[in-house]
């Protein structure tokens, strides 16, 4: 890529988000309710540029953050979901052997021979989403996420750290890839493990507190529309108190607004010993966890609000 290239892709950044109050102000448009500490993370990360570790419980909305960057610089999302025993295949590229093996065939039946530089070129590729945010080309650069990289192991931490350093990928048969326009990098962690300190080194960090019943009640409102308004407060505040449980899998933003839209889906307008008891399952999905919740009844939810 050119210098001029370069630099003119910056400028389209910088246009569409000039300073953090840009990038807030967008973030709204879309219904994404960021406070002012992450959208200066997530700002700095774009203009440095620099990946950016996001780490909080789950259901606090790192994996949205991605998402509605990528939707406030309208360029592509390539997300990599990250699982205890991933590789570099899954997340890197593949080779295309069925079609390695057709042209083989053909070459075969037409006398020829494909040297191995042949069978192992670009267009043999099967493209995962490291490989395809490094080769995007533009005009903005992608937004790359490595989704719980802390369910990865510590060999597939050390995989990225070339990606991280040089938005580069070695690929043996073909060389270093440079990225055209350098993907924007984020990463999240519900830190079900320490990550390595080579990793965060080369990291941006943002911790994302869980935002109080108030905020969660904004950004259902936002999310369900046709629900009554007491009811996003209500429900906002219920599932704050649960989370005070000791609970398995603790309820999150994601089922608060599933919520809601179940209880607005049934005509409710307040919450009410009924319409907990017959909802439940739209915020726990864990039997011991659903067991614990009914043992307490549904008062000190409906009056949570209440003190």
Wanted: glycine share 6%.
């Amino acid at each position: 890529m050119t210098q001029s290239a370069r630099a003119g892709a910056e400028d389209e950044v910088k246009a569409l988000i000039p300073d953090v109050d840009s990038l807030l102000a967008r973030l709204d448009e879309i219904d994404y309710l960021a406070d002012s500490g992450l959208a200066t993370a997530l700002f700095l990360a774009v203009r440095m540029p620099q990946p950016i570790l996001l780490e909080g419980e789950p259901g606090v909305g790192k994996t949205e953050a991605a998402k509605a960057l990528a939707r406030v610089l309208d360029t592509p999302l390539f997300r990599l979901q990250c699982y205890e025993g991933i590789d570099a295949g899954e997340a890197l590229y593949e080779w295309n052997y069925p079609r390695q093996l057709l042209g083989i065939r053909l070459a075969e039946a037409r006398n020829l021979t494909l040297a191995e530089t042949e069978l192992f070129g670009p267009e043999y590729l099967l493209r995962r989403p490291l490989l395809a945010a490094i080769e995007h080309p533009g005009p903005r650069p992608a937004v790359l996420l490595l989704d719980e990289i802390d369910r990865a192991d510590a060999e597939f931490e050390a995989f990225t750290f070339e990606l991280l350093a040089e938005a580069a990928v070695t690929i043996p048969e073909l060389g270093t890839v440079r990225a055209s326009h350098p993907p924007i990098v984020i990463l999240t962690s519900n830190r079900t493990r320490d990550l390595h300190d080579a990793l965060t080194r080369r990291c941006l960090y943002h911790w994302i507190d869980y935002p109080a019943p108030e905020r969660i009640a904004e950004i259902v409102r936002r999310r369900v529309p046709s629900s009554a308004e007491p009811l996003a407060l209500q429900a906002a505040t219920a599932i704050t108190a649960l989370r005070s449980l000791d609970l398995a899998k603790p309820p999150g933003i994601a089922e608060a607004i599933d919520w809601v839209s179940a209880l607005a889906v049934l005509g409710v307008d307040r919450l009410g010993p009924a319409s907990i008891d017959h909802t439940w399952g739209s915020i726990l999905k864990n039997r011991d966890d659903l067991d614990l919740a009914r043992s307490r009844g549904t008062a000190w939810l409906i009056g949570a609000d209440h003190g």
